[in-house]
């Protein structure tokens, strides 16, 4: 029987081992001596060979990070957010992306991907 | 100072304070890495193909005895807005983030933040109806 939840970063009740509306999480372990209680908070997705997306959470009090598979019910224009925020904060300009890789001797384009100038049939 | 900190202090094997100098080799593609050029003294992947090797426990004590490859698996921004890249270890399983070096190939950095969406979970029919719904 899995106990119901109120989520420490938002307040939503929920059943699992995230809140699937702001897909934070507590840290907990199987392994009481590693419990440390804070807040996890999604810092990215991770897009296994199968397919799958998992969350990666990390702990807001110890650093540690963890990743948990994304359910049905999560939010997903939160999911979305998450996994866009590294395409929204470049290190390096995205317009010259081309240029410094031949600098550094990496190969590899960023070209046309078809289908995001007209809509597909 | 405890007793512990002050030993590790001096220890020439402790990298979280010392440069570690040493180049390797790749253990995933084979390209030989050396320290230069990647804007900090503690280089910790490769910067052709990003993958690690697990060996430390802490930063720099390299006191892990699984030596297994660490295949990054996404990139996240920090609160000071520089990407890290997060790895997992292919043997244990342990997670690990650390700083992007300067010189690491930018297009596997931006293909890795683009892998979620290149995924059929993202199917075009689903993100359609989420617009109609959120319109309603």
Same mark, same amino acid.
């Given at each position: 029987?899995?106990? =119901?939840?109120?989520? $420490?970063?938002?307040?939503?009740?929920? &059943?699992?081992?995230?809140?699937?509306?702001?897909?934070?999480?507590?840290?907990?372990? @199987?392994?009481? @001596?590693? @419990?440390?209680?804070? %807040?996890?908070?999604?810092?990215? &997705?991770?897009?296994?060979?199968?397919?799958?997306w998992?969350?990666?959470?990390?702990?807001?009090?110890?650093?540690?990070?963890?990743?948990?598979? &994304?359910?049905?019910?999560?939010?997903?224009?939160?999911?979305?957010s %998450?996994?866009?925020?590294?395409?929204?904060?470049?290190? *390096?300009?995205?317009?010259?992306?081309?240029?410094?890789?031949?600098?550094?001797?990496?190969?590899?384009?960023?070209?046309? *991907?078809?289908g995001?100038?007209?809509?597909r049939? | 100072?405890?007793?512990?900190?002050? $030993?590790?202090?001096?220890?020439?094997?402790?990298?979280?304070?010392?440069?570690?100098?040493?180049? *390797?080799?790749?253990?995933? #593609?084979?390209?030989?890495?050396?320290? @230069?050029?990647?804007?900090?003294?503690? $280089?910790?992947?490769?910067?052709? #193909?990003?993958?690690? %090797?697990?060996?430390?426990?802490?930063?720099?004590?390299?006191?892990?005895?699984?030596?297994?490859?660490?295949?990054?698996?996404? %990139?996240?921004?920090?609160?000071?807005?520089?990407?890290?890249?997060?790895?997992? #270890? =292919?043997?244990?399983?342990?997670?690990?983030?650390?700083?992007?070096?300067?010189?690491?190939?930018?297009?596997?950095?931006?293909?890795?933040?683009?892998?979620?969406?290149?995924?059929?979970?993202?199917?075009?029919?689903?993100?359609?109806d989420?617009?109609?719904?959120?319109?309603?």
């Open positions: 029987m899995e106990e =119901t939840l109120r989520c $420490r970063a938002c307040g939503t009740e929920y &059943v699992g081992d995230h809140c699937p509306s702001c897909l934070s999480a507590l840290h907990t372990d @199987e392994d009481p @001596e590693y @419990e440390c209680g804070g %807040v996890m908070e999604p810092v990215s &997705v991770w897009v296994k060979p199968d397919g799958k998992d969350l990666i959470l990390r702990c807001k009090s110890c650093g540690e990070m963890e990743t948990r598979p &994304v359910t049905r019910g999560d939010n997903p224009m939160k999911l979305m %998450v996994a866009s925020k590294p395409l929204a904060n470049p290190p *390096f300009p995205i317009e010259r992306l081309e240029e410094i890789a031949k600098m550094t001797g990496a190969t590899g384009s960023t070209g046309d *991907f078809g995001a100038y007209e809509p049939e | 100072m405890n007793r512990e900190n002050k $030993r590790k202090k001096y220890d020439k094997n402790f990298y979280r304070t010392h440069p570690c100098i040493d180049p *390797f080799t790749c253990k995933n #593609c084979g390209q030989t890495v050396v320290p @230069e050029g990647a804007g900090s003294d503690h $280089r910790n992947h490769c910067p052709y #193909c990003l993958t690690s %090797v697990h060996l430390d426990e802490e930063p720099g004590d390299r006191a892990s005895d699984c030596h297994g490859k660490m295949e990054p698996i996404g %990139v996240w921004v920090r609160k000071n807005g520089e990407w890290a890249l997060i790895h997992r #270890c =292919t043997i244990c399983g342990k997670l690990d983030s650390n700083r992007v070096a300067a010189d690491d190939n930018p297009m596997r950095l931006l293909s890795l933040a683009m892998k979620p969406f290149a995924n059929p979970i993202l199917n075009p029919e689903g993100l359609k989420l617009c109609k719904t959120m319109e309603d």
